[in-house]
C-alpha cells in the first residue's frame, strides 16, 4: 500500500493532513485565531509574552502564522528552536541574526548582543522578534539570559519582542521566586485551549477540501472518535485522520467510517 494509492481511492488532488502548509492554508480555530491576535499584540507593543499549550496544541503553527502577518521590511525575526544552545548560545544566535560575528567572551557577547538589538530599531526601524520554542525546556542560566536582556535601562523603549513557547509546565517555572524579575515582565500569557468538537470537525473538513475534495468524506462517529482519542489537540487530529483514511482505504470504503477511526486509534495508540 502506497499513499499515491490511498490518494488516487479518493479522488485527492493531494494527500490531505500534511506538514508542508503555508501559514494561508492554516486551520483557523478558536485557539489558534486568539493566539495569533496575542503574538501580534506583543511585536506591536514590544512586550513579552508566554504562549503555552499541550504537545500538539499548536504552539509553532500559531507563532508561524503571526510572523507571516508581518511586514518583513519592518520586522527581524530570531527564532530559537532548541534550547541545548545553552545560556552563551542564545546571544551567540542573535548576534549572527543580526548580522554579527559573536565575541568570545560572554560578557562582551552580552553587550554585543544588547547594542545590535538597539541599533536594528534605533537606526535601522526594524521591531526584532525573538521566538523561543520549547521554552520549557529552558535551564535557569538561559531563563536568566533572556532576563537580563530585557534589563531597567530598555524599560522606556524595549527594542524587542519576547515570545516564549512552552508546555504548561512553563507558567509553573516562571513563577518561582528565582524567576520573580522575568516574570514580573510579562505582558501577556495565554494558554492554548483544545479544539472543541465542532472544531475537530471543521480542522478535518479544511484539510480534506486541501486534498481536494469537498463533501463529506468523515461520518460524524467517526470525527467523534477521533476527536476524543486526540482530545482535540491538532496535530494528534491530524495523525488520526490520516491513519484512518489508510484504514478505510485498506477496507475499501468509500468515506472514513467509526470502524476506520476505531482502527487508526488502535494502530496510534500501539506506537
Given at each position: 500500500?502506497?499513499?499515491?494509492?490511498?490518494?488516487?481511492?479518493?479522488?485527492?488532488?493531494?494527500?490531505?493532513?500534511?506538514?508542508?502548509?503555508?501559514?494561508?492554508?492554516?486551520?483557523?480555530?478558536?485557539?489558534?485565531?486568539?493566539?495569533?491576535?496575542?503574538?501580534?499584540?506583543?511585536?506591536?507593543?514590544?512586550?513579552?509574552?508566554?504562549?503555552?499549550?499541550?504537545?500538539?496544541?499548536?504552539?509553532?503553527?500559531?507563532?508561524?502564522?503571526?510572523?507571516?502577518?508581518?511586514?518583513?521590511?519592518?520586522?527581524?525575526?530570531?527564532?530559537?528552536?532548541?534550547?541545548?544552545?545553552?545560556?552563551?548560545?542564545?546571544?551567540?544566535?542573535?548576534?549572527?541574526?543580526?548580522?554579527?560575528?559573536?565575541?568570545?567572551?560572554k560578557s562582551a557577547l552580552i553587550a554585543q548582543a544588547t547594542e545590535l538589538l538597539g541599533i536594528e530599531a534605533a537606526e535601522r526601524g526594524r521591531r526584532v522578534v525573538i521566538v523561543c520554542d520549547e521554552a520549557h525546556l529552558l535551564d535557569p542560566s538561559q531563563l536568566e539570559e533572556?532576563?537580563?536582556?530585557?534589563?531597567?535601562?530598555?524599560?522606556?523603549?524595549?527594542?524587542?519582542?519576547?515570545?516564549?513557547?512552552?508546555?504548561?509546565?512553563?507558567?509553573?517555572?516562571?513563577?518561582?521566586?528565582?524567576?520573580?524579575?522575568?516574570?514580573?515582565?510579562?505582558?501577556?500569557?495565554?494558554?492554548?485551549?483544545?479544539?472543541?468538537?465542532?472544531?475537530?470537525?471543521?480542522?478535518?473538513?479544511?484539510?480534506?477540501?486541501?486534498?481536494?475534495?469537498?463533501?463529506?468524506?468523515?461520518?460524524?462517529?467517526?470525527?467523534?472518535?477521533?476527536?476524543?482519542?486526540?482530545?482535540?489537540?491538532?496535530?494528534?487530529?491530524?495523525?488520526?485522520?490520516?491513519?484512518?483514511?489508510?484504514?478505510?482505504?485498506?477496507?475499501?470504503?468509500?468515506?472514513?467510517?467509526?470502524?476506520?477511526?476505531?482502527?487508526?486509534?488502535?494502530?496510534?495508540?500501539?506506537?
Amino acid at each position: 500500500m502506497s499513499i499515491e494509492q490511498v490518494r488516487s481511492h479518493f479522488g485527492f488532488s493531494k494527500m490531505p493532513f500534511g506538514k508542508d502548509l503555508s501559514p494561508s492554508a492554516l486551520h483557523r480555530h478558536g485557539g489558534h485565531l486568539e493566539a495569533v491576535a496575542r503574538i501580534g499584540f506583543l511585536v506591536a507593543e514590544a512586550a513579552i509574552g508566554v504562549v503555552t499549550g499541550e504537545v500538539g496544541s499548536g504552539k509553532t503553527v500559531a507563532a508561524r502564522a503571526a510572523m507571516a502577518e508581518l511586514e518583513p521590511s519592518r520586522h527581524t525575526l530570531i527564532y530559537l528552536p532548541n534550547p541545548a544552545i545553552g545560556a552563551r548560545g542564545i546571544y551567540a544566535e542573535i548576534v549572527g541574526r543580526l548580522g554579527g560575528a559573536p565575541r568570545y567572551f560572554k560578557s562582551a557577547l552580552i553587550a554585543q548582543a544588547t547594542e545590535l538589538l538597539g541599533i536594528e530599531a534605533a537606526e535601522r526601524g526594524r521591531r526584532v522578534v525573538i521566538v523561543c520554542d520549547e521554552a520549557h525546556l529552558l535551564d535557569p542560566s538561559q531563563l536568566e539570559e533572556l532576563r537580563l536582556l530585557t534589563n531597567a535601562e530598555m524599560d522606556s523603549a524595549s527594542p524587542f519582542a519576547l515570545v516564549l513557547l512552552g508546555q504548561p509546565s512553563l507558567r509553573s517555572r516562571l513563577r518561582l521566586g528565582s524567576f520573580a524579575a522575568l516574570d514580573q515582565r510579562v505582558t501577556l500569557r495565554y494558554a492554548i485551549p483544545p479544539m472543541t468538537p465542532e472544531e475537530t470537525a471543521s480542522y478535518v473538513a479544511h484539510h480534506v477540501k486541501l486534498g481536494g475534495r469537498t463533501d463529506t468524506l468523515f461520518s460524524d462517529d467517526a470525527l467523534a472518535s477521533i476527536h476524543q482519542a486526540g482530545r482535540g489537540l491538532p496535530r494528534a487530529v491530524n495523525n488520526l485522520a490520516r491513519s484512518a483514511l489508510v484504514a478505510a482505504y485498506a477496507n475499501h470504503s468509500a468515506i472514513v467510517d467509526e470502524k476506520a477511526a476505531r482502527q487508526a486509534v488502535t494502530e496510534v495508540d500501539a506506537e
